[in-house]
């Protein structure tokens, strides 16, 4: 069962964000991308057994267990939002293939990048990470096995089908 996270419930956007604020400590990058997340998203939604666990988590403060469940968050909350496709670890300057300058990764380059692979309907960067809704969702696979471990930059990206 999926909650809405803008309820008038316990489990509500307010208490869901206070949790991770509280756990922040454990994972400053994944509870603040999912903060981020959580708030752009305009009906986001997470089942009730992670809400569970995370109520849990807040009460043990288990690190590890966090971070598995910050992923599962991370993949509801990308559906909720319509995503289909992320790209992670992307830095914030990289060489321009074309003039072998030193840009910035930013909203145009990446576009500009992903739709060579089709159409993209959708972007969102937040920390790092670049959210992305495909048009064709068959394209996801065929991008993630071109540019998953690839370097941009001096980082290594990873990707993830959703």
Known sequence: MTVPLNTSEPNN???ILAMLKQLRYLNTKGCDRTIDLINYCKNPSIDAKT????????????????????????VQLMKSCGFNFAVY???????????????????????????QFGKVDQLKIIRGTVYTKFHNKSVCNQTHSTINNMQLGNNI???MVV
């Open 89 to 115: 670890n992307i830095p914030s300057h990289a060489n321009d293939q074309t003039t072998d300058e030193i840009t910035p990764t930013n909203y145009e380059n990446i576009r500009a990048t992903l739709e």
């Open 13 to 15: 956007t307010s208490s």
């Open 157 to 159: 990206i990873t990707t």
């Open 51 to 74: 809400l569970q666990e995370m109520q849990l988590i807040n009460i043990n403060k288990n690190a590890n267990k966090l971070n598995s469940l910050l992923g599962r968050i991370e």
